[in-house]
Protein backbone atom coordinates (compact mmCIF):
# COMPACT_ATOMS: atom_id res chain seq x y z
CA UNK A 1 0.00 0.00 0.00
CA UNK A 2 1.11 3.29 -0.99
CA UNK A 3 -1.78 5.30 0.25
CA UNK A 4 -2.34 6.82 4.28
CA UNK A 5 -5.36 8.30 5.60
CA UNK A 6 -9.36 7.46 5.45
CA UNK A 7 -11.00 10.91 4.82
CA UNK A 8 -7.93 13.25 4.03
CA UNK A 9 -5.80 10.56 1.90
CA UNK A 10 -1.99 10.70 0.55
CA UNK A 11 -1.04 8.15 -2.44
CA UNK A 12 2.90 8.73 -2.95
CA UNK A 13 5.04 7.16 -5.88
CA UNK A 14 8.60 7.47 -7.06
CA UNK A 15 11.73 6.10 -6.27
CA UNK A 16 15.02 7.59 -4.73
CA UNK A 17 16.83 7.73 -7.96
CA UNK A 18 13.84 8.05 -10.30
CA UNK A 19 13.04 11.32 -12.13
CA UNK A 20 11.11 12.53 -9.50
CA UNK A 21 9.25 11.93 -5.85
CA UNK A 22 5.40 12.81 -6.04
CA UNK A 23 1.83 12.60 -4.29
CA UNK A 24 -1.74 12.88 -4.61
CA UNK A 25 -3.83 14.63 -1.70
CA UNK A 26 -7.41 14.24 -1.80
CA UNK A 27 -9.83 15.24 0.65
CA UNK A 28 -8.16 18.29 1.59
CA UNK A 29 -10.57 21.16 2.25
CA UNK A 30 -11.63 23.43 -0.76
CA UNK A 31 -11.52 27.53 0.04
CA UNK A 32 -7.98 27.75 2.10
CA UNK A 33 -5.13 29.76 0.69
CA UNK A 34 -2.03 28.46 0.76
CA UNK A 35 1.17 30.82 2.07
CA UNK A 36 3.98 28.87 0.04
CA UNK A 37 6.54 30.84 1.48
CA UNK A 38 5.93 29.38 4.78
CA UNK A 39 4.99 25.84 3.17
CA UNK A 40 8.74 25.46 1.40
CA UNK A 41 10.01 26.60 4.67
CA UNK A 42 8.79 23.61 6.98
CA UNK A 43 9.87 21.26 3.91
CA UNK A 44 13.34 22.92 3.70
CA UNK A 45 13.66 21.62 7.27
CA UNK A 46 14.51 17.70 6.10
CA UNK A 47 16.30 18.59 2.97
CA UNK A 48 19.72 17.01 2.42
CA UNK A 49 23.28 18.22 1.95
CA UNK A 50 22.29 21.16 4.84
CA UNK A 51 25.32 20.30 6.95
CA UNK A 52 27.79 17.68 7.96
CA UNK A 53 25.35 16.41 10.59
CA UNK A 54 23.17 14.52 7.71
CA UNK A 55 23.68 13.19 3.85
CA UNK A 56 25.91 15.00 1.63
CA UNK A 57 22.89 14.73 -1.43
CA UNK A 58 21.96 18.00 -2.65
CA UNK A 59 18.17 18.72 -3.43
CA UNK A 60 16.74 21.83 -3.67
CA UNK A 61 12.86 20.12 -2.62
CA UNK A 62 10.84 22.44 -4.30
CA UNK A 63 7.26 20.92 -4.51
CA UNK A 64 5.94 21.49 -8.06
CA UNK A 65 1.91 21.47 -7.46
CA UNK A 66 0.58 20.36 -10.89
CA UNK A 67 -3.50 20.55 -9.45
CA UNK A 68 -5.92 20.84 -6.90
CA UNK A 69 -4.66 24.52 -6.18
CA UNK A 70 -5.90 27.50 -8.19
CA UNK A 71 -3.07 30.11 -9.80
CA UNK A 72 -3.61 32.58 -6.51
CA UNK A 73 -3.23 29.75 -4.46
CA UNK A 74 -6.80 28.41 -3.33
CA UNK A 75 -7.21 24.77 -2.61
CA UNK A 76 -10.15 23.65 -4.83
CA UNK A 77 -11.18 20.45 -2.78
CA UNK A 78 -9.72 18.61 -6.02
CA UNK A 79 -7.30 16.20 -5.60
CA UNK A 80 -4.05 18.53 -5.18
CA UNK A 81 -1.06 16.25 -7.09
CA UNK A 82 2.77 17.12 -6.94
CA UNK A 83 5.91 16.21 -7.77
CA UNK A 84 9.74 16.62 -6.23
CA UNK A 85 12.59 16.23 -8.48
CA UNK A 86 15.32 14.08 -7.86
CA UNK A 87 18.75 15.95 -9.56
CA UNK A 88 21.83 14.70 -7.18
CA UNK A 89 21.49 11.10 -7.23
CA UNK A 90 24.31 8.98 -7.68
CA UNK A 91 23.41 5.42 -9.14
CA UNK A 92 26.63 3.87 -10.01
CA UNK A 93 27.52 4.47 -5.90
CA UNK A 94 25.17 1.44 -5.98
CA UNK A 95 26.42 -1.13 -8.46
CA UNK A 96 27.81 -3.20 -5.70
CA UNK A 97 24.93 -3.23 -3.69
CA UNK A 98 23.01 -4.91 -6.69
CA UNK A 99 24.29 -8.41 -6.00
CA UNK A 100 25.05 -8.12 -1.78
CA UNK A 101 21.98 -8.42 0.63
CA UNK A 102 22.88 -4.72 3.39
CA UNK A 103 22.80 -5.70 6.84
CA UNK A 104 19.61 -4.21 8.42
CA UNK A 105 18.27 -2.95 5.05
CA UNK A 106 15.12 -4.65 3.37
CA UNK A 107 16.82 -5.42 0.41
CA UNK A 108 16.25 -9.27 1.35
CA UNK A 109 12.68 -8.47 2.35
CA UNK A 110 11.95 -6.93 -0.86
CA UNK A 111 13.22 -10.14 -2.66
CA UNK A 112 11.22 -11.98 -0.55
CA UNK A 113 7.84 -9.89 -1.22
CA UNK A 114 8.24 -8.95 -4.81
CA UNK A 115 10.34 -11.41 -6.21
CA UNK A 116 13.07 -7.92 -7.46
CA UNK A 117 14.29 -4.92 -6.30
CA UNK A 118 15.82 -1.51 -7.14
CA UNK A 119 18.94 -1.25 -5.50
CA UNK A 120 19.81 2.28 -6.38
CA UNK A 121 19.59 4.47 -3.16
CA UNK A 122 16.99 1.71 -1.55
CA UNK A 123 13.91 2.65 -4.71
CA UNK A 124 10.71 2.49 -2.58
CA UNK A 125 12.46 2.06 1.13
CA UNK A 126 14.47 4.76 0.54
CA UNK A 127 14.10 7.49 3.17
CA UNK A 128 13.81 10.00 0.25
CA UNK A 129 10.08 9.07 0.10
CA UNK A 130 9.47 11.46 3.41
CA UNK A 131 9.77 13.93 1.20
CA UNK A 132 6.00 13.06 -0.09
CA UNK A 133 5.04 13.19 3.29
CA UNK A 134 6.29 16.43 4.59
CA UNK A 135 5.26 18.20 1.51
CA UNK A 136 1.52 17.24 1.98
CA UNK A 137 2.11 17.41 6.67
CA UNK A 138 2.79 21.05 5.36
CA UNK A 139 -0.55 22.01 3.91
CA UNK A 140 -2.02 19.71 6.70
CA UNK A 141 -0.29 21.96 9.54
CA UNK A 142 -1.38 24.98 7.77
CA UNK A 143 -4.98 23.91 7.87
CA UNK A 144 -4.90 22.86 11.18
CA UNK A 145 -3.53 26.08 12.01
CA UNK A 146 -6.35 28.30 11.25
CA UNK A 147 -8.76 25.73 13.69
CA UNK A 148 -6.03 26.43 16.09
CA UNK A 149 -3.99 23.82 16.60
CA UNK A 150 -0.33 23.51 16.64
CA UNK A 151 2.19 20.96 16.33
CA UNK A 152 5.89 21.00 17.12
CA UNK A 153 8.53 18.17 16.99
CA UNK A 154 12.36 18.29 18.66
CA UNK A 155 15.40 16.21 18.05
CA UNK A 156 14.94 15.11 22.21
CA UNK A 157 18.54 12.45 22.12
CA UNK A 158 21.00 11.42 20.02
CA UNK A 159 22.66 7.88 21.34
CA UNK A 160 23.55 8.81 24.88
CA UNK A 161 22.99 12.53 24.85
CA UNK A 162 19.22 13.02 25.99
CA UNK A 163 17.04 16.14 26.55
CA UNK A 164 15.93 13.89 29.51
CA UNK A 165 11.86 12.70 30.14
CA UNK A 166 11.29 16.18 27.41
CA UNK A 167 7.69 15.86 28.39
CA UNK A 168 7.90 15.78 32.38
CA UNK A 169 6.31 18.96 33.17
CA UNK A 170 3.39 18.60 30.93
CA UNK A 171 2.19 15.77 32.64
CA UNK A 172 2.93 17.25 36.56
CA UNK A 173 2.08 20.65 35.47
CA UNK A 174 0.23 20.64 32.00
CA UNK A 175 -0.56 24.34 32.09
CA UNK A 176 3.07 25.14 32.42
CA UNK A 177 4.38 27.39 29.58
CA UNK A 178 6.48 24.82 27.62
CA UNK A 179 9.32 25.60 25.14
CA UNK A 180 10.56 22.97 23.07
CA UNK A 181 14.09 24.62 22.07
CA UNK A 182 16.30 22.26 23.51
CA UNK A 183 19.19 23.71 25.78
CA UNK A 184 22.14 25.14 23.44
CA UNK A 185 24.92 23.43 25.28
CA UNK A 186 22.56 20.15 25.12
CA UNK A 187 22.70 20.85 21.43
CA UNK A 188 25.76 21.64 20.07
CA UNK A 189 26.59 18.32 22.52
CA UNK A 190 24.41 16.25 20.51
CA UNK A 191 26.02 17.72 17.45
CA UNK A 192 29.57 16.92 18.26
CA UNK A 193 28.33 13.87 18.84
CA UNK A 194 26.72 13.17 15.74
CA UNK A 195 29.91 14.43 13.88
CA UNK A 196 32.61 12.02 16.17
CA UNK A 197 29.99 9.30 14.58
CA UNK A 198 30.66 10.31 11.26
CA UNK A 199 34.11 10.71 11.50
CA UNK A 200 34.74 7.26 12.79
CA UNK A 201 32.56 5.94 9.56
CA UNK A 202 29.66 4.99 12.41
CA UNK A 203 26.16 5.68 12.76
CA UNK A 204 23.68 6.60 15.95
CA UNK A 205 20.25 6.38 16.67
CA UNK A 206 18.28 8.91 18.05
CA UNK A 207 15.01 10.09 19.67
CA UNK A 208 12.05 12.68 18.41
CA UNK A 209 9.36 14.14 20.45
CA UNK A 210 6.18 15.65 19.37
CA UNK A 211 4.02 18.35 21.14
CA UNK A 212 0.33 19.21 19.70
CA UNK A 213 -1.91 21.32 21.29
CA UNK A 214 -5.51 22.99 20.72
CA UNK A 215 -6.16 19.49 19.72
CA UNK A 216 -10.32 18.67 21.33
CA UNK A 217 -11.56 16.83 23.27
CA UNK A 218 -13.21 13.95 21.39
CA UNK A 219 -10.89 12.49 18.73
CA UNK A 220 -10.37 9.42 17.89
CA UNK A 221 -12.78 6.12 18.39
CA UNK A 222 -12.65 3.66 21.07
CA UNK A 223 -11.92 1.04 19.37
CA UNK A 224 -9.79 -0.07 15.84
CA UNK A 225 -9.29 3.70 15.43
CA UNK A 226 -7.61 5.06 18.39
CA UNK A 227 -5.96 8.31 18.01
CA UNK A 228 -2.60 6.81 19.59
CA UNK A 229 -2.91 3.88 17.14
CA UNK A 230 -3.37 5.51 14.37
CA UNK A 231 -0.30 8.03 15.28
CA UNK A 232 2.01 5.05 16.43
CA UNK A 233 0.73 3.38 13.18
CA UNK A 234 2.09 6.71 11.24
CA UNK A 235 5.00 7.24 13.21
CA UNK A 236 5.98 3.61 13.26
CA UNK A 237 6.06 4.02 8.85
CA UNK A 238 8.99 6.43 8.82
CA UNK A 239 11.91 4.22 7.63
CA UNK A 240 14.29 3.51 11.18
CA UNK A 241 11.47 3.98 13.39
CA UNK A 242 11.65 1.19 15.81
CA UNK A 243 9.61 2.75 18.86
CA UNK A 244 6.65 4.80 19.78
CA UNK A 245 5.22 5.88 23.10
CA UNK A 246 2.51 8.65 24.20
CA UNK A 247 2.44 10.32 27.76
CA UNK A 248 3.85 8.05 30.23
CA UNK A 249 4.82 5.61 28.03
CA UNK A 250 6.74 2.49 28.96
CA UNK A 251 7.16 4.17 32.27
CA UNK A 252 4.04 3.12 32.83
CA UNK A 253 4.69 -0.55 33.52
CA UNK A 254 6.42 0.16 36.85
CA UNK A 255 4.44 3.33 38.05
CA UNK A 256 1.52 2.88 40.85
CA UNK A 257 -1.69 3.80 39.93
CA UNK A 258 -2.32 6.23 42.68
CA UNK A 259 0.41 8.16 41.55
CA UNK A 260 -0.20 8.38 37.73
CA UNK A 261 -3.90 8.86 37.50
CA UNK A 262 -4.68 12.43 35.87
CA UNK A 263 -8.07 13.73 38.18
CA UNK A 264 -10.19 16.09 36.79
CA UNK A 265 -10.37 19.50 38.05
CA UNK A 266 -13.55 21.41 38.45
CA UNK A 267 -14.89 23.05 35.87
CA UNK A 268 -15.08 27.06 35.37
CA UNK A 269 -18.22 27.17 34.00
CA UNK A 270 -21.26 25.41 32.62
CA UNK A 271 -20.30 23.84 29.44
CA UNK A 272 -16.80 24.77 29.83
CA UNK A 273 -14.56 21.67 28.93
CA UNK A 274 -12.84 19.67 31.16
CA UNK A 275 -9.37 19.54 32.02
CA UNK A 276 -7.31 17.69 34.32
CA UNK A 277 -4.34 18.29 37.23
CA UNK A 278 -1.90 15.97 35.58
CA UNK A 279 -1.07 14.61 32.09
CA UNK A 280 -0.18 11.31 32.63
CA UNK A 281 -2.65 9.88 29.85
CA UNK A 282 -0.63 12.35 26.99
CA UNK A 283 -3.82 13.40 26.30
CA UNK A 284 -5.65 10.56 25.25
CA UNK A 285 -7.36 8.40 27.16
CA UNK A 286 -9.71 5.54 26.05
CA UNK A 287 -8.10 6.02 22.16
CA UNK A 288 -9.66 9.64 22.19
CA UNK A 289 -8.53 13.00 22.70
CA UNK A 290 -9.31 14.58 26.35
CA UNK A 291 -8.33 18.23 25.11
CA UNK A 292 -5.37 18.55 27.22
CA UNK A 293 -1.66 18.48 24.99
CA UNK A 294 -0.73 15.26 23.34
CA UNK A 295 2.69 14.44 23.17
CA UNK A 296 4.62 11.28 21.87
CA UNK A 297 7.89 10.19 21.38
CA UNK A 298 9.46 8.37 18.26
CA UNK A 299 12.64 6.38 18.86
CA UNK A 300 15.15 5.76 15.75
CA UNK A 301 17.95 3.46 15.32
CA UNK A 302 20.75 4.18 13.89
CA UNK A 303 21.54 4.25 9.79
CA UNK A 304 22.16 0.75 8.67
CA UNK A 305 24.67 2.02 6.11
CA UNK A 306 27.79 2.61 7.38
CA UNK A 307 31.21 3.92 6.01
CA UNK A 308 32.84 1.10 6.98
CA UNK A 309 33.35 -2.50 5.50
CA UNK A 310 30.26 -4.74 6.59
CA UNK A 311 30.53 -8.97 6.38
CA UNK A 312 26.76 -9.93 4.25
CA UNK A 313 26.25 -12.12 1.60
CA UNK A 314 25.41 -12.06 -2.17
CA UNK A 315 22.15 -12.85 -3.35
CA UNK A 316 23.24 -16.62 -4.00
CA UNK A 317 24.04 -16.44 -0.38
CA UNK A 318 28.04 -16.75 -0.25
CA UNK A 319 30.09 -14.95 2.31
CA UNK A 320 31.26 -11.26 1.09
CA UNK A 321 32.38 -8.03 2.76
CA UNK A 322 30.97 -4.66 1.49
CA UNK A 323 32.60 -1.67 1.08
CA UNK A 324 31.45 1.48 2.11
CA UNK A 325 29.92 3.36 -0.51
CA UNK A 326 27.26 6.05 -1.17
CA UNK A 327 25.74 9.40 0.77
CA UNK A 328 24.09 8.64 3.73
CA UNK A 329 22.82 10.36 7.18
CA UNK A 330 24.93 9.36 10.34
CA UNK A 331 21.92 9.57 12.61
CA UNK A 332 18.43 9.47 11.21
CA UNK A 333 16.99 11.13 13.69
CA UNK A 334 18.32 14.67 13.04
CA UNK A 335 16.05 14.93 9.83
CA UNK A 336 13.51 12.71 10.90
CA UNK A 337 12.24 15.80 13.06
CA UNK A 338 10.43 17.40 10.25
CA UNK A 339 8.79 14.10 8.86
CA UNK A 340 7.64 13.52 12.77
CA UNK A 341 6.03 16.76 12.70
CA UNK A 342 4.44 16.09 8.96
CA UNK A 343 2.76 12.75 10.03
CA UNK A 344 1.49 13.62 13.00
CA UNK A 345 -0.49 16.51 11.25
CA UNK A 346 -1.29 14.22 7.67
CA UNK A 347 -3.55 11.88 11.27
CA UNK A 348 -4.83 14.63 12.91
CA UNK A 349 -6.01 16.64 9.61
CA UNK A 350 -7.57 13.48 8.91
CA UNK A 351 -9.44 12.69 12.00
CA UNK A 352 -11.15 16.46 11.66
CA UNK A 353 -11.57 16.58 7.54
Known sequence: MNTFGKNLTLTTFGESHGPAMGGIIDGFPAGYKINFERLLAEVAKRRPGQSVLVTARKETDTPEFLSGISPDGITLGTPIGFIVRNADHHSSDYDEMAKAYRPSHADYTYIARYGLRDHRGGGRQSARETVNWVVAGALALQWLESKGISIEAVLSQVG?????????????????????EVNPDLRLAMEEFVKETKKAGDSVGGKVSCLITGLPAGIGSPVADKLHSRLAAAMMSINAAKGFEYGMGFRASSAMGSKVNDPFLPSSAPGEPLKTATNFSGGIQGGISNGMP????????????LMIPQDTVDTQGNHITLNPAGRHDPCVAVRAVPVVKAMAALVVADFLV
Do not use: R, Y
Not at 160 to 180: N, V
Not at 294 to 305: L, N, Q, R, Y
Open 160 to 180: PITAGDLFDGLMTEPEKPFCL
Open 294 to 305: VFFSVAFKPTPT
